[in-house]
């Protein structure tokens, strides 16, 4: 078991369960630590007794100001604002409060790539996951994907690389953590109702790598703006990255190959992964990889068989020559747009969700090719607007999106791409987009 550094508090307030919660409840037990834990919610007795038998202190169902008493630092939820009055009140009596991703990097010292961004921050991170396994390197892949941060980091052994995709809500709480390696790929408007001005959302992805020496490294997208501003103040070996130009110190790409530096790794036409915004997550996660010795065999091997990952512009399958896409990870404008741009053929275009006060003007530019749109959720009204200032006139409402997937089916022809990619959150109807997408997955099967 790997040992905490430089963690010197005793008392730990552990604010909000779920996963990442139960993770540094564990770890922190673990390592002798007193915990006491509040959430909101009750959870089930099987959990209850769980933590009772590791000897956690448990305060359920409310959040009195109490649970403060006694304690040195909290470690939050990351989704929990900082508008929470424990949270107010604990900056008032000024308890530090960090997430569990800090405790992951007292934890795994040099052995963290940290890849963050408004968009593909899953993608690059499967990506390069899969290039280091396929080179043979030992790693863990955590974080905002699958395991928590500090779980992975418990456990990481010798030799071993953490490989964590991060979200803002994660590096806004961390206070001394560092990757060895940091991938920013991108910096657009988005959670501004949790960070609440585009600057302070901006500052948060930043934390990333704002501890980095010169004896670490930032792979930047070169081609984004705010990016371009960001890295300016950052003291890592910068690594950039272009879909548009030729870096003599970094990847890019022309019209017929990607290429690290001057050196060739493989032919576009080879690559599998459709959308000319995955170009920019194949060279954030190529430009990892390189840094971390993996061979061009390797990295040549996933970009020409890896199709995608699980809602993030997955195929589903062909129906009668109609092509459905489940997209349901695209929970803002900008991610509908990228989905839209990665298609030529016409589309029929599956939209809607939770109302977070977006006009969706944005995606105006991106309805050219499309032919028809099928929406539900809290915005379809919203979204009927914009069918209507692009002049789209076949538009149906659902209930949800098993009922928009077979209504978009009867709307189609031949050749026609059937996409799911809601630009909102799932939350109006479902708990998670993961919910949303397997009921698109079951809705598309039943047309087979």
């Given at each position: 078991?790997?040992?905490?550094?430089?963690?010197?508090?005793?008392?730990?307030?552990?604010?909000?369960?779920?996963?990442?919660?139960?993770?540094?409840?564990?770890?922190?037990?673990?390592?002798?630590?007193?915990?006491?834990?509040?959430?909101?919610?009750?959870?089930?007795?099987?959990?209850?007794?769980?933590?009772?038998?590791?000897?956690?202190?448990?305060?359920?169902?409310?959040?009195?100001?109490?649970?403060?008493?006694?304690?040195?630092?909290?470690?939050?939820?990351?989704?929990?604002?900082?508008?929470?009055?424990?949270?107010?009140e604990a900056e008032?009596?000024?308890?530090?409060?960090?997430?569990?991703?800090?405790?992951?990097?007292?934890?795994?010292?040099?052995?963290?790539?940290?890849?963050?961004?408004?968009?593909?921050?899953?993608?690059?991170?499967?990506?390069?996951?899969?290039?280091?396994?396929?080179?043979?390197?030992?790693?863990?892949?955590?974080?905002?994907?699958?395991?928590?941060?500090?779980?992975?980091?418990?456990?990481?052994?010798?030799?071993?690389?953490?490989?964590?995709?991060?979200?803002?809500?994660?590096?806004?709480?961390?206070?001394?953590?560092?990757?060895?390696?940091?991938?920013?790929?991108?910096?657009?408007?988005?959670?501004?109702?949790?960070?609440?001005?585009?600057?302070?959302?901006?500052?948060?992805k930043c934390r990333?790598?704002?501890?980095?020496?010169?004896?670490?490294?930032?792979?930047?997208?070169?081609?984004?703006?705010?990016?371009?501003?960001?890295?300016?103040?950052?003291?890592?070996?910068?690594?950039?990255?272009?879909?548009?130009?030729?870096?003599?110190?970094?990847?890019?790409?022309?019209?017929?190959?990607?290429?690290?530096?001057?050196?060739?790794?493989?032919?576009?036409?080879?690559?599998?992964?459709?959308?000319?915004?995955?170009?920019?997550?194949?060279?954030?996660?190529?430009?990892?990889?390189?840094?971390?010795?993996?061979?061009?065999?390797?990295?040549?091997?996933?970009?020409?068989?890896?199709?995608?990952?699980?809602?993030?512009?997955?195929?589903?399958?062909?129906?009668?020559?109609?092509?459905?896409?489940?997209?349901?990870?695209?929970?803002?404008?900008?991610?509908?747009?990228?989905?839209?741009?990665?298609?030529?053929?016409?589309?029929?275009?599956?939209?809607?969700?939770?109302?977070?006060?977006?006009?969706?003007?944005e995606l105006l530019?991106?309805?050219?090719?499309?032919?028809?749109?099928?929406?539900?959720?809290?915005?379809?009204?919203?979204?009927?607007?914009?069918?209507?200032?692009?002049?789209?006139?076949?538009?149906?409402?659902?209930?949800?999106?098993?009922?928009?997937?077979?209504?978009?089916?009867?709307?189609?022809?031949?050749?026609?791409?059937?996409?799911?990619?809601?630009?909102?959150?799932?939350?109006?109807?479902?708990?998670?987009?993961?919910?949303?997408?397997?009921?698109?997955?079951?809705?598309?099967?039943?047309?087979?």
């Amino acid at each position: 078991m790997n040992q905490l550094k430089h963690f010197p508090y005793k008392h730990v307030l552990v604010l909000g369960l779920a996963k990442s919660g139960m993770a540094a409840a564990r770890l922190l037990i673990e390592q002798r630590k007193h915990v006491r834990i509040n959430d909101r919610h009750v959870p089930e007795d099987s959990v209850i007794k769980q933590l009772q038998s590791m000897g956690a202190e448990l305060v359920f169902g409310s959040h009195p100001l109490s649970v403060l008493d006694g304690i040195e630092i909290i470690v939050k939820n990351p989704g929990i604002p900082y508008e929470n009055p424990i949270l107010e009140e604990a900056e008032r009596r000024k308890i530090p409060i960090i997430t569990e991703v800090e405790l992951a990097g007292l934890l795994a010292d040099d052995a963290i790539i940290g890849i963050t961004g408004s968009n593909g921050k899953t993608t690059t991170t499967t990506l390069l996951a899969h290039m280091l396994e396929t080179d043979g390197q030992p790693m863990q892949l955590a974080g905002n994907i699958g395991t928590a941060a500090s779980d992975a980091a418990q456990r990481l052994q010798s030799g071993e690389k953490l490989v964590l995709e991060l979200s803002s809500f994660q590096l806004l709480g961390t206070d001394t953590f560092k990757p060895k390696i940091a991938v920013l790929l991108n910096i657009y408007e988005a959670h501004l109702d949790y960070h609440k001005t585009f600057s302070h959302y901006k500052q948060a992805k930043c934390r990333i790598f704002r501890n980095q020496t010169s004896r670490d490294f930032l792979i930047y997208n070169a081609d984004n703006a705010h990016v371009v501003r960001a890295v300016q103040h950052a003291k890592a070996s910068l690594v950039p990255f272009s879909v548009h130009r030729r870096l003599t110190n970094g990847a890019w790409a022309d019209q017929s190959s990607i290429y690290f530096k001057d050196e060739k790794i493989v032919d576009r036409r080879d690559i599998r992964l459709v959308g000319s915004h995955n170009l920019e997550n194949i060279l954030a996660a190529m430009s990892a990889a390189k840094l971390n010795g993996v061979s061009n065999e390797s990295i040549r091997h996933v970009l020409t068989t890896f199709t995608g990952i699980k809602h993030r512009l997955q195929f589903v399958a062909k129906v009668n020559d109609r092509l459905f896409y489940n997209d349901s990870k695209a929970t803002n404008i900008l991610a509908t747009e990228k989905a839209l741009a990665s298609f030529k053929q016409p589309v029929i275009l599956l939209a809607g969700g939770l109302d977070r006060g977006n006009a969706f003007d944005e995606l105006l530019p991106y309805l050219t090719h499309v032919k028809a749109m099928v929406l539900f959720g809290e915005t379809k009204e919203k979204l009927k607007d914009l069918a209507d200032k692009a002049g789209i006139s076949q538009v149906k409402m659902a209930a949800n999106v098993t009922e928009a997937a077979q209504k978009a089916y009867a709307l189609s022809n031949p050749n026609d791409v059937i996409l799911l990619s809601p630009a909102c959150a799932s939350w109006d109807q479902y708990d998670t987009f993961e919910q949303r997408g397997d009921m698109f997955v079951q809705a598309v099967h039943t047309l087979l």
